[in-house]
């Protein structure tokens, strides 16, 4: 994987890619809040030189920092086109996991044309009818929770919350140094997250799935509602749901060869529907 960087009035953002898969769906992998591109290892690992790839350390996280937290779920999309744009990936499939999945649904409201295949791991739907009012306002006022909340219980809840395998919380505590001694910048990066998210829900807009999707949870996802909404997102939409036995909230890392088989089964899919 290649790094490169875009720079955005914000700030820059670092993300790695690998064109030297076949010609075909690009597979565009976008971690989740607080994680960064090392949470796809184990895609990258069984995908590389089979498809084009994409990662990206999402902005304000990991390598894209310093950035000004003041940008929207729809910014946030917007740069992922413009970066995939560049890079000629034409025909992007969006794999996100957590706040990643919001991000691919942002990116399928703006660009819905473009968007060739959704997998949502352990994500949940971005329209307004699925969350309570009282959800809503706590998302704006998580910041305080993690700036006051001891750094080493916090630290050992973000890795043990999220994952049940050792691989999986070993990589999530890795993830989580990244802020240690900075408890003030995670804290910021958090909250914003969760504002941003609260916001382009109460925007109320379709968010609708145009292409290929599939929902992949883990049965023992704690994070949140995720459980609930993915079963309520099945409902709604019929879009298949796939559970991973014994997968927390990064069942990509907790079960990657499981999640493999499913992404490449949809990959495989949607090759059928162009060919």
Same mark, same amino acid.
């Given at each position: 994987?290649?790094?490169?960087? &875009?720079?955005?009035? =914000?700030?820059?953002?670092? $993300?790695?890619?690998?064109?030297?898969?076949?010609?075909?769906?690009?597979?565009? #992998?976008?971690?989740?809040?607080?994680?960064?591109?090392?949470?796809?290892?184990?895609?990258?690992?069984?995908?590389?030189?089979?498809?084009?790839?994409?990662?990206?350390?999402?902005?304000?996280?990991?390598?894209?920092?310093?950035?000004?937290?003041?940008?929207?779920?729809?910014?946030?999309?917007?740069? #992922?086109?413009?970066?995939?744009?560049?890079?000629?990936?034409?025909?992007?499939?969006?794999?996100?996991?957590?706040?990643?999945?919001?991000?691919?649904?942002?990116?399928?409201?703006?660009?819905?044309?473009?968007? =060739?295949?959704?997998?949502?791991?352990?994500?949940?739907?971005?329209?307004?009818? $699925?969350?309570?009012?009282?959800?809503?306002?706590?998302?704006?006022?998580?910041?305080?929770? $993690?700036? $006051?909340?001891?750094?080493?219980?916090?630290?050992?809840?973000?890795?043990?919350?999220?994952?049940?395998?050792?691989?999986?919380?070993?990589?999530?505590?890795?993830?989580?140094?990244? &802020?240690?001694?900075?408890?003030?910048?995670?804290?910021?990066?958090?909250?914003?997250?969760?504002?941003? #998210?609260?916001?382009?829900?109460?925007?109320?807009?379709? &968010?609708?799935?145009?292409?290929?999707?599939?929902?992949?949870?883990?049965?023992?996802?704690?994070?949140?509602?995720?459980?609930? &909404?993915?079963?309520?997102?099945?409902?709604?939409?019929?879009?298949?749901?796939?559970?991973?036995?014994?997968?927390?909230?990064?069942?990509?890392?907790?079960?990657?060869?499981?999640?493999?088989?499913?992404?490449?089964?949809?990959?495989?899919?949607?090759?059928?529907?162009?060919?």
């Amino acid at each position: 994987m290649e790094e490169k960087t &875009y720079q955005t009035a =914000k700030g820059v953002i670092h $993300y790695w890619v690998d064109k030297k898969g076949a010609p075909g769906p690009a597979l565009v #992998l976008l971690p989740g809040l607080t994680a960064d591109h090392r949470l796809f290892d184990k895609q990258i690992e069984f995908f590389e030189g089979k498809y084009p790839l994409f990662v990206w350390d999402a902005p304000g996280h990991a390598t894209s920092w310093p950035f000004a937290l003041d940008f929207t779920l729809m910014d946030k999309a917007r740069w #992922l086109d413009e970066i995939l744009t560049a890079e000629g990936f034409a025909a992007p499939v969006l794999v996100g996991q957590s706040m990643g999945g919001y991000v691919a649904q942002a990116y399928a409201q703006l660009f819905p044309e473009k968007l =060739k295949g959704f997998v949502s791991i352990d994500s949940a739907p971005l329209q307004r009818q $699925y969350v309570t009012a009282m959800e809503l306002w706590l998302l704006k006022r998580m910041e305080p929770v $993690y700036r $006051y909340w001891p750094w080493k219980s916090l630290l050992k809840l973000g890795t043990n919350g999220v994952a049940t395998s050792e691989y999986g919380r070993a990589l999530m505590r890795e993830m989580m140094m990244v &802020y240690d001694g900075d408890q003030a910048r995670y804290a910021k990066l958090s909250g914003h997250g969760f504002r941003m #998210l609260a916001q382009a829900m109460e925007a109320d807009l379709p &968010y609708a799935i145009p292409c290929p999707a599939l929902l992949i949870c883990g049965e023992k996802d704690h994070a949140g509602s995720c459980v609930r &909404y993915n079963k309520a997102w099945h409902k709604h939409t019929s879009i298949p749901l796939e559970w991973i036995e014994s997968a927390g909230h990064n069942s990509n890392t907790d079960e990657p060869d499981k999640v493999n088989t499913l992404i490449k089964m949809l990959l495989q899919q949607i090759e059928e529907r162009v060919a």
